[in-house]
T-cell receptor
Framework: EDKVVQSPLSLVVHEGDTVTLNCSYE??????LLWYKQEKKAPTFLFML????IEKKSGRLSSILDKKELSSILNITATQTGDSAIYLC??????????????FGQGTILTVHP | DAGVIQSPRHEVTEMGQEVTLRCKPI?????LFWYRQTMMRGLELLIY????????DSGMPEDRFSAKMPNASFSTLKIQPSEPRDSAVYFC????????????FGQGTRLTVV
């Protein structure tokens, strides 16, 4: 069974701080790892990672995948109150009867205080 | 495209009643996922379809839950009979094998069973 574990489950910081969110996974056939941000409604896509060591960046957010360690991190620098959200990590299965399966972790609740 | 469309947005029902949640995926997408989100358990995959065929329903909690996808543009998730512990936000998501494989989410249905 595919499994995704995120840590920490919650995090409270002040504006300007840098945060690192962690994601580890077990998947029978790895295709990709995805990060999503969820504010009050539906999750919205941030990044997709397929290869180890390649960093994806978008503004103050960046993410990197370590396929050897079966993990990924999401970094947010110079945090702002608008970064407050649930950050979700997911893995996409590439093989067999679970091809295409998309399994999410429990999420990290990030709260950024002014 | 209008994105993934779910209905209703909110549903309040009495224990024992039948509940039907509806989803219209993005046109051309060949994967459809049903998730349930609670604070305790995060975003759980209930069932997913590929080309209208159920691939993995191992996340469906029990026989009270059923899902169908009669055609490429419509899916339903039914709970019969409903129980208070079914209260959660139910998300539908769709994705396309031929493109970047991130899933796009609907706005969710908030179900409350009293």
């Amino acid at each position: 069974e595919d499994k995704v574990v995120q840590s920490p489950l919650s995090l409270v910081v002040h504006e300007g701080d840098t945060v690192t969110l962690n994601c580890s996974y077990e998947v029978t056939n790895f295709r990709s790892l995805l990060w999503y941000k969820q504010e009050k409604k539906a999750p919205t896509f941030l990044f997709m990672l397929t290869s180890s060591g390649i960093e994806k960046k978008s503004g103050r957010l960046s993410s990197i995948l370590d396929k050897k360690e079966l993990s990924s991190i999401l970094n947010i620098t110079a945090t702002q109150t608008g970064d407050s959200a649930i950050y979700l990590c997911a893995v996409r299965n590439a093989g067999g009867t679970s091809y295409g399966k998309l399994t999410f972790g429990q999420g990290t609740i990030l709260t950024v205080h002014p | 495209d209008a994105g993934v469309i779910q209905s209703p947005r909110h549903e309040v029902t009495e224990m024992g009643q039948e509940v039907t949640l509806r989803c219209k995926p993005i046109s051309g997408h060949d994967y459809l996922f049903w998730y349930r989100q609670t604070m305790m358990r995060g975003l759980e995959l209930l069932i997913y379809f590929n080309n209208n065929v159920p691939i993995d329903d191992s996340g469906m909690p029990e026989d009270r839950f059923s899902a169908k996808m009669p055609n490429a543009s419509f899916s339903t998730l039914k709970i019969q009979p409903s129980e208070p512990r079914d209260s959660a936000v139910y998300f539908c998501a769709s994705s396309w094998t031929g493109g970047v494989p991130e899933a796009f989410f609907g706005q969710g249905t908030r179900l409350t069973v009293v």
